[in-house]
């Protein structure tokens, strides 16, 4: 059974920092680009960031320079490190995973990230 479940969120005042982590099991994790997506309410779900098993990353804009993803490929887990948080920050998280041989998509359940000001 595929599965992506995502730890880490909660509520932060803005400065602040959070680490979002996220566990993978039934992949194939070498074959699969991990990332992080967010949806605020009432916007559209956007790529955070992203990282392909060979470790070329992608950030938005909006983050670039204060949040670092990392994956670790021997423990199936992939990583969000976010610092200098801000309130348009705040959102559900979520981990996802993107296989490059058949594109099958996988969505974890999300966590909450809240950035009080």
């Known amino acids: 059974q595929v599965q992506l479940v995502e730890s880490g969120g909660g509520l932060v005042q803005a400065g602040g920092s959070l680490r979002l982590s996220c566990a993978a099991s039934g992949i194939i994790f070498s074959i699969n680009v991990m990332g992080w997506y967010r949806q605020a309410p009432g916007k559209q779900r956007e790529l955070v960031a992203d990282i392909s098993s060979g470790g070329r990353i992608n950030y938005a804009n909006s983050v670039k320079g204060r949040f670092t993803i990392s994956r670790d490929n021997a423990k199936n887990t992939v990583s969000l490190q976010m610092n200098s948080l801000k309130p348009e920050d705040t959102a559900v998280y979520y981990c996802?995973?993107?296989?490059?041989?058949?594109?099958?998509?996988?969505w974890g359940q999300g966590t909450q990230v809240t950035v009080s000001s």
């Open positions: 996802n995973a993107r296989n490059v041989v058949d594109y099958r998509i996988t």
